[in-house]
């Protein structure tokens, strides 16, 4: 059984940062790609970014990159998100997800198993 716990969300003013991290454990962690997506308030799911199991592959929503910024470190079987110079528009709940496949990819429905996500409010 594949577990995902995020943390790190918080209430924070606009042009600061956040660090999110997702605790994984179980079987899928340890070759498939990981992903964030988010959901603002009245909003549908959307992808912010994906990285795969070897680290070398990374992408991100547009107009995200250069702001947020995906790693995982695989000894600890965690990801990271660190977001730069948060926006309100950045308020949203935060999730982790595990893809069924190696390449990371976009598509929500690529991705079997999810956290409860975390909560993330910018302050204008």
């Known amino acids: 059984q594949v577990q995902l716990v995020e943390s790190g969300g918080g209430l924070v003013q606009a042009g600061g940062s956040l660090r999110l991290s997702c605790a994984a454990s179980g079987p899928m962690f340890s070759d498939n790609a990981m992903g964030w997506f988010r959901q603002a308030p009245g909003k549908e799911r959307e992808f912010v970014a994906t990285?795969?199991?070897?680290?070398?592959?990374?992408h991100y929503a547009n107009g995200l990159k250069g702001r947020f910024t995906i790693s995982r470190d695989n000894a600890k079987n965690t990801v990271y998100l660190q977001m730069n110079n948060l926006k309100p528009e950045d308020t949203a709940v935060y999730y982790c997800a595990v893809s069924s496949f190696a390449i990371p990819t976009v598509r929500e429905d690529d991705y079997a198993y999810w956290g409860q996500g975390t909560q993330v409010t910018v302050s204008s």
């Open positions: 990285i795969s199991f070897s680290v070398i592959n990374t």
